[in-house]
């Protein structure tokens, strides 16, 4: 790899120079709005533990966005404190993690934390990269043309599981040093991850699988893991957020020592070892092949630590976040072969610049341009450069690219809800696949003879007959869902705009369905699915449509409304006022074309 050059004579130091910049800005514009975040939960109580850290859920007493792995501190009302990290968070409760097991009953609490930190730490991994480090990312980034080779043989891949699109994935993965997997949703992205992720360990590769999300990461690891029982050994580092990969804890599990501080927000600080952590998990003595949950932190104990390290530097395959890329300094130098990257359309690209480095023979990002781009605060020139777009922008990918491979057969959703995400946004590419039954589709309700109105609050947009509405749906689609998976809310209301789902937020409570249905911004569902989705679309006299939902084909506009439609399995109902869209939005719109083409179902 070493003395390649590079064909846009690109210069590796300014790259990085910008997307400090680009952090920096964002960093000022956080700062600026909240320095640090002071949220009250309650009725907290244990799920479980998982290398060694106790899991506690709390409920909101209000929705809010939060990144996963951000450190965090909890304020108990005795005044204790304790350090943690948020594993996850849905609408209605957040998931947390701490080395020491807090006291029961829990009650209420603060969860204090400044999101700033993982910048500050992106930052410095980036200022430590070198320009050999670089060269395999700036490809990925599209500065140099990746280079093929023939695969190095060895032991033949099993493919009964894999499809046609997915065996091509894996044959380029392996040809090339870097390759871009383009997987529409429900085409099976994880189960190419770990087909590739099997045949680059069959082939005596070391592979680091990473994703922005805990949730995303646990589904990769877990699909590694059976891939390569009895073959190589499968380490997740961090607090997974998925029941499979944790232990349990009886309800009658009570602290047995005082509260210290075991997590702190400056990784250098030695936290607490809680008794049992560093245990092999449940099974493994049988001989079967669980994934090895590391913990995160540091450990006290210097025996401890050093074992820690070795079982990360000796697993094959090791599955992480990419804020735990910033904030775990060991990991640059565990010694990846390669990287895969999952979900890569919603990754900041200073973050996937960062984790692409680790790698030293192949990167692969698996992902879909047309999904939503990563988020950011600020408005700055280097932040709109660096920190909202994505990869296979960045790369300046086209629909049919010879650098890509396209996953074209889907599992997920029932033919009528793919034929929706077909024609809009995928030019026909797509294919169903077989699936467990054929209940259920796509179907518009029209609110135009009910009146409703839309106005503007905080900054965002409300629909207060429309929220009434979705509530009602959500109620009438709940009688018809059995099963949900992974216990998972069956039924979802997702909306462009936060103050309309703050809305519903609190419709929901008030109808006490807070447990059977989830609410939130089409943003947040990124990366999601559930049964049966609700997809209000708010708009209504007297303002004019957004730019969120107003744009066409390529637009964020189009990505909005892809990732609303393709969040569901088996039942969309799509909320509009039509006879309002239809005087207001111009010809080409995306959102048009929806309406258009589920009238034309109906």
Same mark, same amino acid.
């Given at each position: 790899?070493?003395?390649?050059?590079?064909?846009?004579?690109?210069?590796?130091?300014?790259?990085?120079?910008?997307?400090?910049?680009?952090?920096?800005?964002?960093?000022?514009?956080?700062?600026?709005?909240?320095?640090?975040?002071?949220?009250?939960?309650?009725?907290?109580?244990?799920?479980?533990?998982?290398?060694?850290?106790?899991?506690?859920?709390?409920?909101?007493?209000?929705?809010?966005?939060?990144?996963?792995?951000?450190?965090?501190?909890?304020?108990?009302?005795?005044?204790?404190?304790?350090?943690?990290?948020?594993?996850?968070?849905?609408?209605?409760?957040?998931?947390?993690?701490?080395?020491?097991?807090?006291?029961?009953?829990?009650?209420?609490?603060?969860?204090?934390?400044?999101?700033?930190?993982?910048?500050?730490?992106?930052?410095?991994?980036?200022?430590?990269?070198?320009?050999?480090?670089?060269?395999?990312?700036?490809?990925?980034?599209?500065?140099?043309?990746?280079?093929?080779?023939?695969?190095?043989?060895?032991?033949?891949?099993?493919?009964?599981?894999?499809?046609?699109?997915?065996?091509?994935?894996?044959?380029?993965?392996?040809?090339?040093?870097?390759?871009?997997?383009?997987?529409?949703?429900?085409?099976?992205?994880?189960?190419?991850?770990?087909?590739?992720?099997?045949?680059?360990?069959?082939?005596?590769?070391?592979?680091?699988?990473?994703?922005?999300?805990?949730?995303?990461?646990?589904?990769?690891?877990?699909?590694?893991?059976?891939?390569?029982?009895?073959?190589?050994?499968?380490?997740?580092?961090?607090?997974?957020?998925?029941?499979?990969?944790?232990?349990?804890?009886?309800?009658?599990?009570?602290?047995?020592?005082?509260?210290?501080?075991?997590?702190?927000?400056?990784?250098?600080?030695?936290?607490?070892?809680?008794?049992?952590?560093?245990?092999?998990?449940?099974?493994?003595?049988?001989?079967?092949?669980?994934?090895?949950?590391?913990?995160?932190?540091?450990?006290?104990?210097?025996?401890?630590?050093?074992?820690?390290?070795?079982?990360?530097?000796?697993?094959?395959?090791?599955?992480?976040?990419?804020?735990? #890329?910033?904030?775990?300094? *060991? &990991?640059?130098?565990?010694?990846?072969? @390669? $990287? =895969? %990257?999952? /979900?890569?359309?919603?990754?900041?690209?200073?973050?996937?610049?960062?984790?692409?480095?680790?790698?030293?023979?192949?990167?692969?990002?698996?992902?879909?341009?047309?999904?939503?781009?990563?988020?950011?605060?600020?408005?700055?020139?280097?932040?709109?450069?660096?920190?909202?777009?994505? #990869?296979?922008?960045?790369? *300046? &990918?086209?629909?049919?690219?010879?650098? @890509? $491979? =396209? %996953?074209? /057969?889907?599992?997920?959703?029932?033919?009528?809800?793919?034929?929706?995400?077909?024609?809009?946004?995928?030019?026909?590419?797509?294919?169903?696949?077989?699936?467990?039954?054929?209940?259920?589709?796509?179907?518009?309700?029209?609110?135009?003879?009910?009146?409703?109105?839309?106005?503007?609050?905080?900054?965002?947009?409300?629909?207060?007959?429309?929220?009434?509405? @979705? $509530?009602? %749906?959500?109620?009438?689609?709940?009688?018809?869902?059995?099963?949900?998976?992974?216990?998972?809310?069956?039924?979802?209301?997702?909306?462009?705009?936060?103050?309309?789902?703050?809305?519903?937020?609190?419709?929901?409570?008030?109808?006490?369905?807070?447990?059977?249905?989830?609410?939130?911004?089409?943003?947040?569902?990124?990366?999601?699915?559930?049964?049966?989705?609700?997809?209000?679309?708010?708009?209504?006299?007297?303002?004019?449509?957004?730019?969120?939902?107003?744009?066409?084909?390529?637009?964020?506009?189009?990505?909005?409304?892809?990732?609303?439609?393709?969040?569901?399995?088996?039942?969309?109902?799509?909320?509009?006022?039509?006879?309002?869209?239809?005087?207001?939005?111009?010809?080409?719109?995306?959102?048009?074309?929806?309406?258009?083409?589920?009238?034309?179902?109906?």
């Amino acid at each position: 790899m070493g003395g390649r050059s590079r064909e846009s004579g690109v210069g590796w130091e300014e790259l990085i120079a910008e997307m400090c910049g680009a952090l920096e800005e964002e960093l000022a514009a956080m700062r600026a709005s909240e320095a640090a975040r002071r949220i009250p939960v309650h009725s907290g109580h244990p799920i479980g533990r998982a290398g060694g850290d106790w899991l506690y859920t709390f409920a909101l007493a209000y929705p809010v966005a939060l990144p996963d792995d951000v450190p965090l501190r909890i304020d108990l009302p005795s005044g204790e404190t304790c350090m943690g990290q948020l594993v996850a968070a849905s609408s209605f409760e957040v998931t947390v993690s701490s080395g020491s097991q807090l006291p029961s009953p829990l009650g209420s609490a603060y969860l204090v934390m400044d999101a700033s930190f993982i910048l500050e730490q992106l930052i410095q991994r980036l200022c430590d990269l070198d320009e050999e480090r670089c060269e395999l990312p700036l490809t990925l980034f599209g500065f140099d043309s990746p280079i093929s080779a023939a695969s190095s043989g060895g032991p033949q891949l099993p493919d009964e599981e894999a499809n046609e699109f997915q065996l091509a994935a894996i044959e380029a993965a392996l040809e090339r040093d870097v390759t871009y997997v383009w997987g529409p949703p429900g085409t099976g992205k994880t189960t190419a991850l770990a087909l590739i992720g099997e045949a680059l360990v069959r082939r005596g590769l070391r592979v680091l699988a990473v994703a922005s999300t805990n949730v995303a990461v646990d589904n990769a690891v877990l699909a590694l893991s059976q891939r390569l029982a009895g073959v190589a050994s499968v380490v997740r580092l961090g607090t997974p957020q998925l029941a499979a990969l944790r232990d349990t804890v009886p309800a009658s599990a009570r602290p047995k020592k005082e509260l210290v501080e075991t997590m702190p927000l400056f990784p250098n600080a030695v936290p607490a070892l809680s008794p049992a952590s560093g245990r092999e998990r449940p099974g493994e003595d049988a001989g079967e092949q669980p994934v090895r949950v590391l913990p995160a932190r540091r450990l006290p104990d210097l025996a401890d630590e050093a074992q820690r390290l070795r079982t990360l530097r000796q697993a094959m395959v090791v599955g992480t976040t990419l804020s735990r #890329v910033a904030l775990a300094p *060991e &990991l640059a130098v565990s010694g990846f072969d @390669a $990287v =895969l %990257l999952d /979900e890569a359309s919603a990754a900041p690209l200073p973050a996937v610049f960062t984790a692409a480095a680790l790698a030293r023979r192949k990167i692969v990002v698996l992902g879909d341009p047309k999904q939503l781009p990563p988020v950011a605060v600020s408005a700055g020139p280097l932040a709109r450069r660096w920190l909202k777009r994505d #990869v296979f922008a960045q790369a *300046e &990918l086209e629909d049919d690219d010879e650098r @890509a $491979v =396209l %996953l074209r /057969e889907q599992y997920r959703m029932h033919p009528d809800i793919s034929r929706l995400a077909n024609e809009l946004v995928y030019g026909g590419r797509l294919v169903d696949g077989l699936r467990r039954g054929r209940d259920g589709g796509a179907r518009l309700i029209d609110t135009s003879p009910e009146g409703g109105r839309c106005i503007r609050l905080d900054g965002s947009r409300q629909n207060e007959a429309h929220a009434h509405r @979705a $509530v009602q %749906l959500a109620r009438e689609l709940l009688q018809q869902q059995t099963d949900p998976v992974n216990h998972e809310r069956p039924v979802a209301i997702i909306t462009p705009y936060r103050a309309q789902a703050r809305l519903i937020w609190r419709l929901l409570r008030d109808a006490r369905l807070e447990r059977s249905v989830d609410v939130g911004t089409v943003h947040r569902f990124q990366g999601l699915e559930r049964q049966a989705i609700i997809f209000d679309t708010v708009e209504a006299e007297p303002e004019r449509p957004s730019p969120f939902v107003s744009g066409g084909y390529g637009s964020e506009a189009m990505r909005l409304i892809n990732v609303a439609v393709t969040r569901a399995r088996t039942h969309l109902v799509v909320l509009a006022n039509v006879e309002y869209l239809w005087g207001s939005l111009r010809r080409g719109s995306t959102l048009l074309g929806l309406l258009q083409l589920l009238q034309g179902a109906e």
